[in-house]
């Protein structure tokens, strides 16, 4: 109540009364909201140790590679390895010439096979030579390329093929040769010419068997000769 109030003897309104009570109860049941202002984040300075990259690899428990690997678990100690002699060639009085031999087994091999190349080259030229020889110079190209195609593929492999098995069955004779007289020499190699050349003409009868062996024994013998003079 106010002084004019007690003065005049007025009563103050209900509505005036109660709006500071209504205010107040309002005041009291707002839900209070409080607003923090946010903290600026904290960084902390790295120190000396922190950028040591060495120290990092230490203390951090790295695989190790090598356990990686398929054989790690394997016992070195325990292993047995596959020693291959390279350089041993063959103890055999005669063996050491201008092409050493290791054994039967590189005789054989390398032998056929340069023997097998040698005469298929020889073949195809002599089929070159011949299919160019049977087709007139006025024939169209198509035609002379396919005298000369005839004649390389008919040419190369037969002779190719027949000197590739009579070499292996040379080098079989001279090896054995060699084995049961302790020694390569000459007389080897013209023997097993000669047994060669016979057994690859056994079935033409006596005469080609006796050609071919004599061809086959001149050229062993002639290789053998050259091969111990270089």
């Known amino acids: 109540m106010s002084f004019w109030d007690a003065l005049t003897g007025r009563k103050p309104s209900s509505s005036s009364s109660a ?79 201008a092409l050493p031999s290791r054994g039967w087994s590189d005789d054989l091999c390398y032998g056929t096979g340069v023997t097998y ?3 298929l080259t020889m073949g195809g030229t002599w089929g070159l030579v011949e299919g160019l020889n049977r087709s007139p110079a006025s024939a169209p190209p198509k035609l002379r390329l396919n005298s000369v ?7 190369g492999p037969f002779l190719g093929n027949s000197a ?12 054995t040769l060699g084995y049961y007289r302790g020694k390569h ?16 003409k056994s079935t033409r009868g006596f005469k080609p068997m006796a050609i071919s062996a004599g061809i086959v024994a001149s050229v062993a013998g002639a290789w053998a000769v050259s091969t111990n003079t270089l």
Do not use: C, W
Not at 63 to 68: C, E, T
Not at 185 to 200: H, K, W
């Open 117 to 119: 190349l040698t005469a």
């Open 164 to 175: 590739g098995v009579v070499a292996l069955v040379y080098n079989g004779f001279n090896s």
């Open 19 to 97: 709006s500071p009570q209504s205010s107040d109860t309002f005041a009291d049941s707002a839900p209070s909201t409080t607003f923090q202002s946010p903290s600026a984040p904290s960084f902390s300075s790295p120190s000396a140790s922190d950028m040591d990259m060495s120290s990092f690899l230490k203390d951090t428990t790295l695989p190790d590679p090598s356990a990686l690997h398929p054989l790690a678990g394997l016992n070195q100690s325990t292993l047995d390895y596959l020693s291959l002699e390279e350089s041993a060639l063959s103890d055999l009085p005669g063996s050491q010439s």
């Open 149 to 155: 195609l005839n004649s390389v593929t008919r040419r």
């Open 185 to 200: 020499d000459a007389a080897n190699s013209i023997v097993a010419g000669a047994l060669s050349g016979m057994l690859f």
